[in-house]
């Protein structure tokens, strides 16, 4: 009969965390990637330079906005449902802000910035998904492992904006795609995960694992 490990996760958990990692390298470097290029982009374009920061502004105020809705979604339908809407946000965000640049349209661009809001309100709920995949004994290490993917979007993000930011007209159009594309990735990569059910990661963690942060 086998024994379980029992110092060390076993294959799934493991698996489940690696994957959770990359969501959250992949996710935080998009949104890297709005710090990083919006206020350049705004001021190819839009003549009031003291105003070229207000879509990352918004962004925040649309974090505020959503991460209670959000966190209710994951607590009634399960948290892999709920990040992948936050993908879907992250995609139309991204979109929207690019549609602004492409039109040279400013309000537009503020209100991509807003949509991104519930994508990264999402994104800061992963430390709290970590702890739900694994025994109480590991959290700390699931939660290291996942805010590690941040670590790697540090360097992800400024990177593809100075591979992306030229590449098409206007500068700073493609850089939008590649964001999109980086939440399709999560997106797809969040369905290889196995989370609990609503109403079991409830009852593993107190409600604890639910809340917003």
């Given at each position: 009969?086998?024994?379980?490990?029992?110092?060390?996760?076993?294959?799934?958990?493991?698996?489940?965390?690696?994957?959770?990692?990359c969501?959250?390298?992949?996710?935080?470097?998009?949104?890297?990637?709005?710090?990083a290029?919006?206020?350049?982009?705004?001021?190819t374009?839009?003549?009031?330079?003291?105003?070229?920061?207000?879509?990352?502004t918004?962004?925040h105020?649309?974090?505020?906005?959503?991460?209670?809705p959000?966190?209710?979604?994951?607590?009634?339908?399960g948290?892999r449902?709920?990040?992948?809407?936050?993908?879907?946000?992250?995609?139309?965000?991204?979109?929207?802000?690019?549609?602004?640049?492409?039109?040279?349209?400013?309000?537009?661009?503020?209100?991509?910035?807003?949509?991104?809001?519930?994508?990264?309100?999402?994104?800061?709920m992963?430390?709290?998904?970590?702890?739900?995949?694994?025994?109480?004994?590991?959290?700390?290490?699931?939660?290291?492992?996942?805010?590690?993917?941040?670590?790697?979007?540090?360097?992800?993000?400024?990177?593809?904006?100075r591979?992306?930011h030229?590449?098409?007209?206007?500068?700073?159009?493609?850089?939008?795609?590649?964001?999109?594309?980086?939440?399709?990735?999560?997106?797809?990569?969040m369905?290889?995960?196995?989370?609990?059910?609503?109403?079991?990661?409830?009852?593993?963690?107190?409600?604890?694992?639910?809340?917003?942060?």
């Amino acid at each position: 009969m086998e024994r379980p490990a029992a110092h060390g996760l076993d294959a799934r958990a493991r698996t489940n965390l690696l994957l959770l990692a990359c969501c959250q390298a992949t996710g935080q470097a998009a949104n890297t990637m709005m710090f990083a290029a919006t206020a350049l982009s705004v001021v190819t374009f839009y003549p009031d330079r003291e105003l070229a920061t207000l879509p990352m502004t918004l962004q925040h105020l649309g974090i505020m906005l959503w991460v209670f809705p959000a966190s209710m979604l994951m607590q009634r339908m399960g948290r892999r449902f709920g990040f992948r809407v936050g993908s879907v946000f992250g995609m139309a965000g991204a979109a929207v802000v690019g549609i602004g640049l492409y039109n040279a349209n400013f309000v537009m661009m503020c209100l991509g910035g807003v949509i991104l809001g519930y994508a990264v309100a999402a994104l800061h709920m992963y430390r709290f998904a970590a702890v739900e995949l694994v025994p109480v004994s590991h959290r700390a290490k699931a939660i290291s492992w996942v805010t590690a993917g941040g670590v790697l979007a540090a360097v992800m993000g400024p990177s593809l904006v100075r591979w992306s930011h030229d590449q098409w007209v206007p500068i700073y159009l493609a850089t939008y795609v590649v964001m999109g594309f980086m939440h399709l990735v999560v997106f797809i990569v969040m369905g290889f995960i196995r989370f609990p059910a609503a109403h079991e990661a409830l009852a593993a963690g107190g409600g604890a694992g639910a809340e917003p942060p």
